[in-house]
């Protein structure tokens, strides 16, 4: 859809971006893995949440370009259960001691 070579130096840089939050998700899931996840399945779902997270990206990027892709991000939102807990960095990033 997006294939201008402005739009593929964007999409390089939204797979960096899901590469890194992949590995902070991946990170941050180690110990349910060991308690709950063989190797294999690890490995599976690993390929599941990079696509997932640059698939959301993608959106995000490209969601006031296309009806087609503002609707896929209005549907995802409305899935968002209302009991979600806010977001919290896991680790001190902004130097305030948390």
Not at 8 to 28: C, F, H, P, Y
Not at 78 to 94: C, H, N, Q, T
């Amino acid at each position: 859809m997006f294939d201008t070579p402005i739009d593929r130096k964007i999409q390089e840089g939204l797979k960096a971006q899901a590469k890194i939050i992949s590995i902070v998700v991946r990170n941050a899931m180690e110990d349910f893995h060991v308690k709950h996840l063989s190797d294999a399945k690890m490995k599976e779902l690993n390929p599941i949440i990079r696509n997932a997270v640059y698939t959301a990206l993608y959106a995000c990027e490209y969601r006031k370009e296309s009806d087609r892709v503002k609707g896929f991000i209005d549907s995802q939102i409305k899935m968002i259960p209302g009991y979600w807990e806010e977001p919290e960095l896991l680790v001190d990033l902004d130097g305030d001691g948390k």
